[in-house]
């Protein structure tokens, strides 16, 4: 059974920094591309940042700078560092794998950002 489990969500000022993680069961983790989306209310998920099996990274413009994706293929983890968060970064943060045709979610975990 495949498991994404997200964590490190929480409630942060403006211009603060929060680390999420997500651990990942259920899969040879090094061979899937990783990503993280989130989803605001009212808004369509977006993709934030997605991470290669071989390391390449690509992010949305509205983060570029500020958010750094990676991995750790001992954990089976990825981490989604986020600075200089800003109230509009407010969404609730997803976890992805993806390998082929297979992909698959975590249940997202709330990040608000606000003073």
């Known amino acids: 059974q495949v498991q994404l489990v997200e964590s490190g969500g929480g409630l942060v000022q403006p211009g603060g920094s929060l680390r999420l993680s997500c651990a990942a069961s259920g899969i040879i983790f090094s061979r899937y591309a990783m990503g993280w989306y989130r989803q605001a209310p009212g808004k369509q998920r977006e993709l934030v940042a997605v991470i290669t099996s071989g390391d390449r990274t690509n992010y949305a413009d509205t983060v570029k700078g500020r958010f750094t994706i990676s991995r750790d293929n001992a954990e089976n983890t990825v981490y989604l560092q986020m600075n200089s968060l800003k109230p509009e970064d407010t969404a609730v943060y997803y976890c992805?794998?993806?390998?082929?045709?297979?992909?698959?979610w975590g249940q997202g975990t709330q990040v608000t950002v606000s003073s």
């Open positions: 992805y794998a993806k390998l082929g045709l297979s992909d698959y």
